[in-house]
């Protein structure tokens, strides 16, 4: 495989796993927003800021409309082009590396990536009421795990094989505590009390782990909740030790492998060495917030493989 | 009078039409298109092409437009109205292409060497050697099996009588064979039942014919041969061709900054380091491919890369080079080319073409534009042509002027009668005038695809079938005829 080609299939499994978590997020605040007491008031700004967006700033800057708060929102998380978070952009960002890496690609996965870019050029034009959004944002995940499907029952296991899956998890271990920080978030009064009661079911639900999380319940001698389950409970495939340990198990046959390793054990130290269940929300949000920092970092160290062997090519192409 | 089983179908008079006729009857070949069409009726037919277009989009098959500094993808038109051809003809064809290409490989070796044709003054030497396209750094280089050009798409057309006729030799970068490929599998996922009924000779050995081609050129046989496919990038217009072929053959899709050069070696930056090259596979053109070589002031291309060619350290299709041999004024000769390095004659006879350097001749084409198409010699695309009998009086006296400042730059042509096949258009099937472009490949063997890429002309009454220009396309059937 090419030394390019590497950012791209990354890139792919990235935006791939973006557009499903980001509907997934869509529908997680949907089921919230209908479980809550009509006096809750809902933050909004906050479920933008938790994406990386200003969102007081956002808000604040629309232009007068006879749309509610609700629906400028979702307009911006879904049907907005020039929103860098939106299905939207993610989907022609994933259009884009798949033309650049498509030699690498299966040709069912191919037409698969096509059939969803036209799908959301269809129906993701013009703001839905809530029950249709639930329906549409429902089926964009599905077909992301088709695309998923497809690649894992027909592509080669190799480097590009690797790179796609290492995406896919590092971006879901991402949004993961993104969901999870929106609801952390929300809550956050007062932000001293330890383990507030959170209402996960929504989030549960929309990340498709609701019964096992009862699963986990019944087999744990502890006292413990989503918060543990989201971050340390391996078996289940959305949350951050699983995604940790896909990154470190489909790293091992590329040239950069230690490197990534050791990103991946600084991580998962992290998740061990804090007390979860002494945490406040405050401090639960600053660990959130840790964690993202060193994704970042991953993610740079798995788009940069032997430097050295860069620099010494560069050396090369101007002698 | 209409054809039967094609509802009013209207041949066009003087025009070969390759499903009909000139009875009405309708060919052998085509016989289980119109028994499905009697079976379904022509409603049946539109849906299918309903169906047709929305696996095209949704498999992605694409081309690129360049219109107003962007880079537009348009999903690729396909008509669903096969061409068909019978397998005996087809025979005779693709020997003809074999040999035609066999001998102007033979030429472009002979022009890097010794230059035997220019010396017997088969060939007007100061016709090659003046021309922009005859590279002096390649002289004495020997490519594996002195072949040049392994990869030509030639065109080919009927006259009035249905003979096949070339229309010109692509021996640069020839495309379009992606969607020879494409149409096909869009076809059979349309009209399983066809493929069914009639035996349709497969295309679909190209990808695997086109990689055992380019690894019988490696300069380390035994090996497994390291073989890429040259990109100028994803903004090319080609690009869907390019990772279409790359991805086909499972070979490495490269730009220029994915290889480089040390020690006359070529490598490529893979993300275990370095591997050396055996084989390019290249899809830009000469002058961009090593700024060292050919064009200083260039920063494109991988430098020192010829150099590594010319020693044999890896070998490239088409050679550097190659392009000499195509040219609309050299073309004119290719039956003189055939006939003296072959010793026979040319099973494909060209289009009967006037060459206006030659003064009686040029005599001739200016007193007849109004009659004739006038093509530059060195463009591609459809660009540049003038179609005599639909031109202006100030289009017509625009070329004179252009022919008499440059006569070596011009050819001219009769204005053919080219065969035409039924398209469906708003519905209703109409004669459109089409072309065939197989493509023969030439390394330590010499293979030519069964068919090839057939493009209609899709306005009422046009010639030119380039998609840039309103073209579209048809599967072409070779049809078994001798069983």
Redesign the interface.
């Known amino acids: ?6 950012d791209h299939i990354f890139w792919l499994g990235r935006y791939l796993e973006r557009l499903d978590d980001t509907a997934r997020l869509i529908n997680a605040t949907s089921h919230l927003l209908i479980d809550s007491h009509k006096d809750s008031q809902f933050s909004w700004p906050l479920l933008l800021d938790v994406l990386g967006q200003n969102g007081a700033e956002l808000l604040s800057q629309l232009p007068p409309s006879d749309l509610t708060v609700e629906q400028q929102v979702m307009s911006f998380l879904i049907t907005d082009a020039d929103s860098e978070v939106s299905i939207r952009s993610a989907c022609s960002a994933l259009k884009q590396n798949a ?2 890496v ?4 299966p ?1 069912d996965m ?2 698969e ?3 969803l870019d ?1 799908f959301l050029q269809e129906h993701c034009q013009q703001l839905q009421g809530r029950q249709h959004r639930y329906r549409l944002m429902t089926e964009v995940s599905r077909r992301c795990q088709m695309v998923v499907g497809v690649l894992d029952g027909t592509m080669l296991r190799s ?1 590009a094989f690797d790179l796609f899956n290492i995406g896919r998890h590092v971006e879901r271990a991402d949004m993961t505590t993104r969901i999870m920080d929106v609801m952390v978030l929300q809550q956050l009064q007062p932000t001293d009390i330890k383990r507030p009661r959170f209402r996960w079911t929504s989030i549960l639900n929309a990340l498709g782990g609701i019964e096992s999380y009862h699963y986990y319940l019944a087999h744990q001698n502890t006292e413990v909740d989503a918060v543990d389950y989201l971050l340390t409970y391996a078996d289940f495939p959305r949350s951050i030790a699983y995604c940790l340990h896909r990154v470190a198990a489909s790293a091992k046959a ?2 950069h492998s230690a490197a990534i390793l050791q990103r991946v054990w600084q991580l998962q130290d992290l998740l061990k060495t804090q007390n979860l269940s002494e945490l406040t929300t405050g401090q639960l949000h600053q660990l959130i917030d840790q964690f993202q920092t060193g994704i970042i970092e991953l993610h740079q160290v798995i788009s940069t ?2 430097p050295e ?1 860069s620099t010494d ?1 560069s050396q ?2 101007s002698a | 009078m209409g054809a039967k089983s094609f509802g009013h179908y209207q041949q066009i008079s003087q025009c070969f039409d390759e499903l009909v006729q000139a009875d009405g009857q309708i060919r052998p070949p085509a016989a289980a298109i119109a028994r499905f069409i009697d079976r379904h009726g022509s409603a049946e037919l539109i849906q299918r092409q309903e169906q047709l277009n929305q696996t095209i ?4 098959v694409c081309f690129t437009l360049y219109s107003d500094g962007n880079n537009i993808d348009r999903c690729w038109p396909l008509d669903v109205m096969p061409r068909t051809i019978p397998s005996s003809e087809w025979q005779k064809t693709s020997a003809g292409l074999k040999q035609r290409l066999a001998a102007l490989n033979l030429f472009i070796d002979d022009l890097y060497h010794d230059q035997r044709i220019l010396k017997d003054g088969i060939v007007p030497a100061d016709l090659v050697l003046d021309s922009r396209n005859y590279l002096a750094p390649c002289k004495g280089i020997s490519p594996r099996y002195g072949v040049w050009a392994n990869i030509c798409g030639t065109d080919l057309v009927r006259d009035g009588s249905g003979k096949f006729l070339v229309l010109e030799d692509n021996l640069r970068v020839p495309s379009g064979v992606s969607y020879m490929l494409e149409n096909r599998t869009v076809m059979k996922r349309v009209f399983p039942e066809l493929f069914a009924d009639s035996f349709i000779y497969p295309v679909d050995d190209y990808p695997h014919q086109l990689w055992r081609m380019l690894a019988s050129l490696s300069p380390r046989p035994g090996d497994v041969p390291c073989i890429v ?1 040259l990109t100028p990038g ?1 903004y090319n217009s080609a ?1 869907f061709e390019h ?2 072929l ?2 086909q053959m499972g ?5 220029n ?2 290889l ?1 050069v ?1 020690d006359d070696i070529v490598y ?6 370095l591997q050396r090259v055996d084989v390019i596979y290249r899809r830009v053109d000469d002058i961009f491919i090593d700024p060292q070589a050919f064009r200083p002031d260039s920063v494109l291309g991988i430098p020192g890369l010829i150099k590594a060619w010319a020693k044999g350290n890896v070998s490239i299709a088409n050679a550097p080079g190659s392009g000499v041999a195509d040219d609309k004024v050299i073309y004119a000769y290719v039956p003189e080319i055939i006939n003296y390095y072959l010793g026979e004659q040319p099973l494909i006879d060209n289009v009967p073409t006037y060459l206006c350097l030659d003064p009686k001749q040029r005599e001739y084409v200016l007193a007849n534009l109004d009659q004739l198409v006038v093509k530059p010699a060195n463009e591609s695309g459809g660009y540049g042509i003038l179609i005599g009998p639909r031109s202006t009086k100030e289009e017509q006296q625009q070329m004179a002027e252009a022919i008499k400042a440059n006569p070596r730059n011009f050819i001219a042509q009769p204005t053919l009668a080219l065969s035409t096949a039924p398209t469906l258009c708003d519905g209703v099937l109409e004669p459109r005038h089409l072309d065939l472009r197989p493509f023969i490949l030439q390394g330590r063997d010499l293979y030519c695809t069964t068919g090839g890429l057939s493009r209609v002309a899709l306005k009422k009454g046009s010639l030119v079938v380039n998609s840039s220009q309103g073209g579209g396309s048809k599967d072409t059937w070779i049809i078994n005829d001798e069983v």
């Open positions: 495989m090419l030394l390019k080609s590497l033309r650049t498509r030699q690498l690609i040709r191919w037409e990536l096509n059939s036209l480097d590329l040239p493989p032997k062997f090519l090369q192409m | 989009s949704a498999m992605g496919l994803v690009y990772s279409f790359a991805q070979v490495e899709l490269a730009e900054t994915d480089l040390q490529l930056k893979t993300l275990h380091g």
